[in-house]
């Protein structure tokens, strides 16, 4: 059953997790102004599967169940499948920032691709486990928040070497009926307002460590998990045209010993599968941060538009302003570009779903993550000086000033003052605020670092094949200069297969 | 018929061209060792459709006709068939730099739609004539050279402004037979090697330059045609160990009363139509030139693998290589993709064939436009300093320095010499030479300058779909705040359209 | 006689400015939290005139008087002033941001260049009105704001054609001891806790427009100014680990009939000379965002390396992270050495004064401008996702959180928690914040925008030197191949001019 | 005696060296073609310290003896030194690209301190030595080559650990009266027309290699030196506007039992004095390649300024070419200000001479290094297509074709096509031909590769004093915020030092 934003939030209420905020004990999740933004936030991938017009790429039709669930939640199964994900996550977030909501699609995926391929290697059953589980979760149309990246400690020791191992979640105990974990997760999006937690390693661990490769879910109520978060955007900044309504809250995650029965456990102790899981989360992942971020790029064009408009120039005669403009599309389709070439040259995996390409993700993800800065200035750029000098909204009501402010905000005659403000206060809210600087280090950060992309570029490149095309030109030497007689074509897609046998995926 | 490089050079015997080289004239261009790169260049794409392995990529069914051409003469009718080409041009620029013969490509499918458009709206018969004219180019597998870049003179003046009117090309009388044609166009590649010249205009004419507004084709040895041409590549260098075997030559087209009979004539006097074909070719060569300059990339990313291995250099010690050689990648991939989401998001033409998305060709061409220099420079960054000290080939043979001269070549001993020296001269001629300034210049300025791509860009963004959705969330305002109800999602690809409307066209 | 914080803030008392901060008037401007940081940033270049190790640097003997003035206050007469000045800016904003009176410095030298030349144009006695009026101010040590950007309404109009002539402040009325004016300037930094305003046109102004041409000081409080203030910094913020301190407040301003008498009008109908006493301002002033920001940049160079060594990461093993700190440097140097260049190259002003080169001053601040992006981006590589991921200040005192919040924040076994935790909020504060946001849009269009220096830098290029150096090189064409007789070596600095004039200067 | 160049071509017949140029055994040096624009580029500075306009800063008072001496060859004892040093080379290498000879000064600036430095320590008396060498060299005026890089082999191992030891040149014999040293440089710039060899390490050794720690000089043509070398840029090209006249050779020489006497031994052993020599020569070295590039700037600003003069393009009116040429310019100028800025910020040597600032030093020949790709896109840019599509020189004295190219070639009315194809071809030899391609990858790695310079950067960099600022600001804590009661300013430049000490040496 697709839910709506309204049976999501309160479908809230049926859980009690302990959750801080800025010190203070939250009583009621559903209720809590300091977390509506991010509900509101998570809100947009329900009501987008309901509306005529998104339905359509908001929802997919499950393979193994042949039920039509939330793209979320979805299994990919064709190239097809993989560009709609891509546009579902921009839209999305062109209309709410970041719907936090993708990071539950690629985990699944994940976890679908790595519980088979455990299996097959070390003869369990998580694959089965994990399908039941999803099923449900699809059916029941869950917000899964993901519980990753560990707090890690000491960065030059391995997790079972720590003074404190509590700075990774590990399992403490063993028993007839399932585990008990314990630890800490570091940065967890939208943790307070989430139904579960999928908790999963963070890194490859040696098998000394396989204590540490344990990936479960959990409700988000479970005995002893406290979650200690920060506020979801700038609720109630009067300010904050955009993230008073939208916005993210992230949360440490503490996990006091925390039972997980059987049927929940996808794995435990099986250290290689456990650093192909996290880096199959970090492809699908990177792959949904291009569309997150094209649909931020859709927010600035847009809002940069109208800001231009209302200063009253023309980009035909100032072709400063629409070289920015210009400069702002092609960052952001340039990325998002990668994203759809990933969906054409994906990945088939043993477990019958598919992969984007790693290459083209990693190549994506780097390029937001550096160019997101270059987005902010060019949205600067484009808006001039005023979105910080604009006094703030109080004066508007201040009836000693309000006439002369007005007067002094206006620029094209027939824009009105108070239009001009609103649009200037929402680039200062998206580009000069604290969401703006989320948004730069969360695209900087989130997902990895750009050293990581670059490792997984080089990892992933088949550099060899080009050295072997320049070497042949080169054996060939100057004797047949004129006559070329036995050529051997190279490969010249980025994953190096045979041309053949890439493109059906995409012309299906 | 599909040619081999053998036949398609014996066919040039045919052809009796006047050709300047050097000042020269050539007798026989099929001997000319001057224009032997060039030849050989385009021979890439004739033994491409025969070797098996390319065969499938390199060759397309013609809808019109049924039958298999070479895929540099098919009208594209899905996205498959963009990618195919997008791939093809990529697989022989690897194999030869610059492959030539996709310009002919990009010209047919323009000529294809402007015939029909022009048909359309004037009652013309020329879709017709160009059917039969393009069924025959297939059939004979012709090479076919593109004369649009005029002289211009005066770039303040219109071309019926001009003092000298053969600054541009144009029809001068009109015969009950044919058409005569006069003027210059001032960058034809690959001229003096081509079977036929494809003429057509360079620019939007307003109605009084009529004359100006001419498309038609015309043997290379018609009447009054002459040709002054430059070298193809560095023929008979010693030290060119990629451009001795495969170039570009370029040439100046002069029309000194050349006659053309009505059923080789396209457009004339149509000059809005004129436009029309010079903007469409722009789109379909801008996406080309993205798998140009990729498979160029290919080779830069090749020879730099083998460069830094000759020297000893292991990647993962020397972070600094491998950040260059992923910057490399990085740079390739991410034009590339845009190619692929050109692909992908095509726009159907009445005439039945399909245009690859404006927007993603247009940033792709401007991207790679601006970072060949960069692609330059990490081709050096890994390869040292040694490229340009390293004394030329004649030293090899000197007898009382060879030996010496080795000694100091060594790098990694397990690695010759004379190995490493020809690695060096192969990047030095593809990046530091002639033939590498003229790929820059080319990436640069072919297919139209930056300026024109930006003004592309810009003239088919949807920015209004992006400002709408901007404020539609602004007008909701913050009475809403945590009750949402009514939201119409934005429009999310760079075309614009609906996004159901747009995905089947990859998912066909 | 030289002031300290203390002095300041307690002369403040003496005046009575119409203020409103958020809507509400402000009683006592200098008991105002919501302005402290302001007046703290202000103090720091009171303080540091007083403290023996940078009071050589913050001080000067003005030539005028003789007397040993601030150097905030003082007029360059050397090269070594102008390094002295860039260098003592440098200082205080690496103390606080940006400490703001430095315009006062720029404007004063500017006014004092203006006012002589209208002297010698229009046998006006402006020159020596305005020494008076500067002794008077270094004598008190007064803190000055810059009224200078107009509200400027409709962008396509004219001063005198706007409907609302208030949108740029002007001259209504000239009485015999005075004259009236009225008007709004928009942007005035540190507005609120100012003794003075130095009002001056924004633009050159055509004949019509004299009215507008208008030069002035007035007291903060005079009869008929209302200021509309932003906070300065923020304050009371618990987690603002630096703008709490330091911060600075931008104020609309109000002239509603201010009466200025005589002997403090500089400037009153000279349209020509109102150009370029705004020209001539901000050359002095871009010069000094060089030294502001190249301050903000030791902030962040500093906090960069507390950060990742809070981490745990060694630079001499993670060469991406001392990749990034050696761009962080790079880019803070390179403008600031354009400082260092435009004070050695010096312009001297027949007032007896000295003026930085423009080309490399507006050469600086055009680098800052769009770099300042790039600095918060690599503040953030290095610092990593803890910076908006760490739970607020709050949960510290939160005794069910406390303890195992800071097991997760320590990094480094020797460096406390809490320490960590404190760096990564002043980064935060200084660049993912609203300060940080303040600090990217002031650096971009503070001074003016990006177009408007580059506009300068064409506008004072000797670009005809140059030009005119080539011709003779290809004139000499290749006839004197090998024997080069007479060959007149070009000119070679930025200014142009002849080289060995341009050296003592330096030199003296 | 200060020579011309007729006096310096001349004094090159005394010599006899052993010369091979594309695999041939030049005979004479002096009247050799292949190596006249060599010849003439060195001749450059000698010509300019006679012309009474450049005069001034081509020659310089040496202390040590009072006599006045070619700046070329000059010891450094003030900024003003250092600036005219980086002016005097400007100068040069904008009229002829690369003047080759600043190596010398850069060489023998290292051996100044180095000398003295090794005295000091190990009571050796090469101080001596070397002065009485220096003050013949300036007596005499000669041509010095550096030979510092070695062949090195592979660059896994040591010198003492390769498999062939003559990669690096050491000593092979220690005689009563000299060394007799053996090995082979592998880069020399200016070789075979050069009077003597300065022989130094390119690198600090372990002191198990103390043989290979050898700094001696040699003339050209002492018993058992071979030099093979390339031509000087483009002799007897048509097309060659440039390095027809002015060009560098680059050789390797090799040192086969080379007997040095004592007196021209300047280091033997002293392993770490031998890396401070390199490191010494190198910052001299990076200072002067700013000065060196900044004049290839000023020639591609000038050609970039005719060229669109030629093509029509008025820069008011097309802003992207404007922009353009405010690029190239802002590139060129803010690594040049880096030069001023060393030499502002420069450092005090024991030995009594100066060396400029190692950061900026290293900073802005980092800058340079990269963007010199972008001063290359950037001439491009502003030029068009035709500089690599204008037929060759041959074609105007083709009778059949000079009329109609010339009317092709014409561009505005008023300018001849001839003077058009001039520039054209002269920004074709420039950016995109084999000399084009020298001037990147010098650029890039002559002087060290990027990574060098970052690494000196770093080394250099005061990173203490600024995180130790950072951590006073942030234990003052929030208690004291509105009362900042102690202050203690931070050092503010680049070197670190003291403010105050800092400044006077720019002052004096």
Chains 1, 2, 3, 4 share one sequence.
Not at 48 to 65: D, V
Not at 477 to 490: A, E, K, N, S, Y
Request: aromatic share 6%.
């Amino acid at each position: 059953m697709l839910l709506t934003t309204e049976d999501y939030r309160e479908s809230l209420r049926a859980y009690n997790p302990t959750v801080f905020v800025n010190g203070q004990r939250v009583e009621s999740v559903a209720d809590e102004p300091l977390l509506a933004p991010g509900i509101n936030g998570v809100g947009v991938t329900y009501d987008f599967a309901q509306i005529e017009t998104s339905r359509m790429l908001m929802t997919a039709r499950q393979g193994s169940s042949g039920k039509t669930v939330n793209r979320m939640l979805h299994i990919n199964e064709t190239s097809t499948d993989l560009l709609h994900k891509l546009e579902a996550v921009r839209l999305v977030c062109a209309e709410s920032g970041c719907a936090q909501r993708y990071l539950a699609h690629d985990a699944l995926n994940a976890f679908y691709q790595a519980t088979r391929r455990t299996d097959d290697t070390h003869g369990t059953e998580y694959f089965e486990r994990f399908l039941n589980y999803l099923h449900m979760v699809q059916d029941r149309d869950l917000a899964l928040g993901i519980a990753m990246t560990d707090a890690k400690g000491d960065r030059t020791r391995r997790p079972s070497e720590q003074d404190n191992r509590d700075a990774y979640v590990h399992v403490v105990e063993r028993r007839r009926d399932g585990i008990v974990i314990r630890g800490t997760k570091a940065i967890v999006t939208g943790a307070p307002y989430m139904h579960e937690f999928l908790v999963m390693p963070c890194r490859t661990h040696r098998p000394e460590d396989r204590d540490f490769a344990v990936a479960c879910a959990v409700p988000v109520d479970a005995d002893g998990i406290t979650i200690v978060a920060k506020p979801a955007g700038r609720p109630g900044e009067a300010a904050a045209r955009f993230s008073a309504r939208y916005g993210q809250s992230v949360g440490v995650v503490h996990f006091d010993d925390v039972f997980v029965p059987h049927d929940r456990v996808f794995l435990d102790g099986e250290t290689e599968e456990g650093g192909f899981l996290t880096t199959s989360y970090a492809t699908h992942h990177r792959h949904s941060c291009i569309g997150a971020r094209a649909g931020f790029g859709d927010l600035l064009i847009g809002a940069g538009a109208l800001m231009s408009e209302a200063n009253g120039l023309d980009m035909a005669r100032h072709a400063h302003m629409r070289d920015a403009m210009v400069d702002l599309i092609t960052i952001t389709e340039s990325f998002y570009a990668c994203g759809v070439a990933a969906s054409v040259y994906l990945t088939e995996d043993p477990a019958g779903c598919v992969m984007p390409d790693p290459v083209y993700s990693n190549i994506g993800k780097l390029l937001l993550a550096t160019k997101i800065y270059d987005m902010h200035r060019l949205a600067h750029h484009v808006s001039g000086g005023l979105i910080v000098a604009l006094p703030g909204p109080e004066e508007d009501h201040n009836p000693e000033t309000r006439a002369s402010l007005a007067a002094v905000m206006q620029g094209r005659p027939d824009i009105p003052a108070a239009q001009r403000a609103d649009v200037a206060r929402l680039i200062e809210d998206l580009t000069a605020s604290h969401q703006g600087g989320w948004y730069s280090v969360i695209s900087l950060h989130g997902g990895g670092s750009p050293e990581a992309m670059k490792r997984e570029i080089w990892r992933n490149y088949p550099v060899t094949d080009r050295s072997e095309m320049v070497s042949r030109l080169l054996d060939r030497g100057l004797v047949d200069q004129g006559q070329i007689p036995h050529r051997q074509p190279g490969r010249c897609c980025a994953k190096g297969c045979e041309v053949p046998s890439m493109v059906p995926s995409a012309a299906e």
